[in-house]
Structures are given as C-alpha cells and as structure tokens.
C-alpha cells in the first residue's frame, strides 16, 4: 500500500522528533564524518527536513551563533518510501562510528563491585603476587607462614 502525503507528513515529523530528541549523538556523528565538521560544532546539529534522497541537518557555531544548512545524502541509496527511513538513518549511523573509529557500545552507568567481587579481586590480586617470585613461597615467608598457619591446622585438626 502507497503512503499517503497525509503519512507522509505525520512521519517526517515524528522522524525528525525522535532524532533530534533520542539521536543527538548520531546527528553529530553524520556531520562528523560525512562534512568534516569538528565535534564542537556538529554537537549542536538539529534535523530540520528529511526526504526520500536526503537529510536537512542545521548546526551553530560557537563563537558567533550563525547557522549553517548541510545537506547530506542518504545512504546507500535513496529511499523509495519515507518508511525506510529507520533503516537508512541506522546504516548511516553505523558507518559513521566505523568511519569515526567508534565502538556502537555505550556504557552509561558503571556499578562497583561488591564485598563479594572485592574479595575475589582480593584473592587473585594476593595469588597474582604470590607466584610471581620464588621468594615469595620460600620458607619464612609471608606468604608460606599465612597460608600454613590459617590452612593447614584446620585441615590437620578436622
């Protein structure tokens, strides 16, 4: 079924809100890679218009607010209807982050470990030094007196 311009309209708007609300990232991107604009310039990108060929993006330079227009086509080729656009908007993106040399992966929230991942990190820590020296497990040292006074009188006495 052939979109309508009634569709047409309804999802050029809700394209361009989406990007321009949840795609900041990867509307700077485009400029980044495809015109060569520096990252404080392309951060400040907006979709205005989107069409079956191409992407309407406007920026704003930092020292002195002008706008300026960039058109860039969409890719690979053009679109044969506007509902292609997600396809076309996320090929556009992935071979920006490749041409940008960037990961697709974003870590946006970092949890510490806990008592329990501490203690491992501990013990691999402790074992990493442990049998780094010979030394380190000769007679008298640290490490044989610990590990025979803890270990070896409860396996003994058990």
């Known amino acids: 079924m052939a979109e309508t311009p009634i569709d047409d309209a309804a999802l050029k708007a809700r394209v ?5 609300k949840d795609h900041k990232k990867s ?3 485009y400029l980044q890679h495809y015109s ?4 404080a310039t392309a ?11 191409r992407i309407t993006l406007t ?7 002008a706008t300026t227009t960039v058109y860039l086509p969409i890719r690979p080729s053009p679109m044969q209807k506007l509902s292609e656009s997600r396809e076309r ?7 920006c982050l490749a041409g940008l040399g960037l990961s697709p992966y974003v870590v946006k929230t970092y949890t510490p470990p806990g008592i329990v991942g501490v203690a491992i990190i501990v013990g691999v820590l ?7 020296d010979k030394r380190n497990l000769a ?3 640290f490490a044989r007196v610990f590990v025979t006074s803890r270990f070896t009188s409860e396996w003994m006495d058990g």
């Not at 402790?126 to 780094?132: K, Y």
């Open 36 to 39: 060569k604009l520096p990252p």
């Open 59 to 65: 920026t704003r330079s930092s020292p002195t607010g």
């Open 89 to 95: 908007l996320v090929y556009m993106a992935n071979e």
């Open 16 to 20: 361009m809100a989406h990007m321009n």
């Open 27 to 29: 509307l700077s991107h």
């Open 43 to 53: 951060d400040t990108a907006e979709l205005v218009d989107i069409s079956l060929s």
């Open 139 to 141: 007679e008298g040292s």
């Open 126 to 132: 402790a074992g990493l030094w442990t049998f780094s």
